[in-house]
């Protein structure tokens, strides 16, 4: 049976607003709190506790058995990574993925940080993919088709870059809950998939690998990791599909002020 898609009234899209922040007040914490010799479970444990200080729930902690409040994905793990108690080194790139409940709702966000010396390869495939979310939200308005953010997000990574868009994992409708339809996939055709109405609330999340697309599953039963080893960028916001220009309901530029004042990250710069 198909899902039902839920628009949302304004007053939910407020709420769903409220974790969206939330979220992004928790992704600000990780990028003080990210460097070198800290470790995954460190970062996660931090979080948590933000999370249940303001009130919320973490979004991911026990969502289909998950063990963790984050998923932290490092290198060639694409999402769903579970935090560790192996220390981040120089040169890894970190994708942190959070979301909170709070009012019966969800808020959802992520995004992929650079830790120290970073190859040009490796820096270019996160400008883009970064790129590329920003594509996809221009293009999440009133009258547009899902196809059409797929087709934007896609355009950007694969047929620029050669880069491997994920297919398996994919953005989605978020609300009373965390996965709603529709789904968002990273590729797609202009004018097709379902038409984009007032108020519908999605996650879009450019999922790219540097290699090719392919993913597997790790042993652990949760991390996506690039079948090639290659390492894979993931950013993510949750917006309401609006006329003219979505609204987006995360906001990262939290996390940019702390990566700016974290000397041992490096600025992901959107004009490259
Ligand atoms: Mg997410
Ligand atoms: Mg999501």
Redesign the pocket.
Known sequence: MKKSIFLKTDEEVELIRQNCLLVSRTLELVAKLLKPGVTGSHIDSKAEEFIRTNNAIPGFKGYGGFPSTL?ISVNDSVVHGIPSDIEFRDGDIVSV???VINHGFYG???YTFAIGEISENIMQLLVATRQSLYKGIESAIIGNRIGDIGYAVQKHTEKLYGYGVVRELVGHGLGRELHEAPEVPNYGRRGKGVLLKDGLVI?I?PMVNLGKKEVKQSKDGWTILTKDGTPSAHY?HTVVVRKEKADILSDHSFLEEAIKNNPELVEISLKK
């Open positions: 998923c993925d959070c979301g959802d966000a992520a996650a999340e993510e």
